[in-house]
């Protein structure tokens, strides 16, 4: 299994306990430093851009992709990637932010390429079901299922003072065949 995007390892005790190898990667050596030191023990870590790993095509039965692509300029090319790194029949499990997200255009300005900059620095693109489907598609993957998840969250220090609600697209993606 592969956590695309590891950051500090948030999904990687759920991911361990399913009793199969994990590899994590991340671009970020600093975020990947902080992945707790038992996570980081039992995971092969591998510190890469998403949209060009050093990693044997047909590698993993599952690789999870969890709040990434809304950051991505060029989501399709990863997602090719790691439609690469899928062996025929292998799963993608991804998450983006849906259109009606609650947080869309708080503390953002838009860009000219239909995104956003949270806070002047960090990229964000907000989906349409229809737009993330046409994603799996152009990356040359099979759309096995997508659904909208809401929820809501409390505030966060720091980041959002008031509760607020959440809608995400979760999407599964199957490589074809060799």
Known sequence: MLDAATGEGRNLPPLLALGRPVTACDASAAALGKIPAPLRQRVALVESDLA???????????????????TLPDPVAVLRELGRLLVPGGLLLLN???????????????????????????????????????????????????????????????????????????????????
């Open 52 to 70: 060009e790993l050093p990693l044997p095509s047909a590698s993993f039965a599952f690789v999870l992709l969890s709040d990434v692509v809304e």
């Open 96 to 178: 983006i932010p849906d259109s009606d997200d609650g947080i869309a255009g708080i503390e953002m300005e838009p860009t000219a390429a239909n995104g956003w900059l949270y806070r002047g620095r960090y990229y964000f693109r907000f989906y349409s079901r229809a737009e993330a489907e046409a994603l799996i598609v152009e990356a040359g993957l099979a759309l096995v299922e997508s659904h909208v998840a809401t929820w809501h969250e409390e505030p966060h220090p720091h980041f959002r003072p008031e509760a607020h609600t959440h809608r995400s697209l979760i999407l599964t993606a199957r490589r074809f065949g060799p």
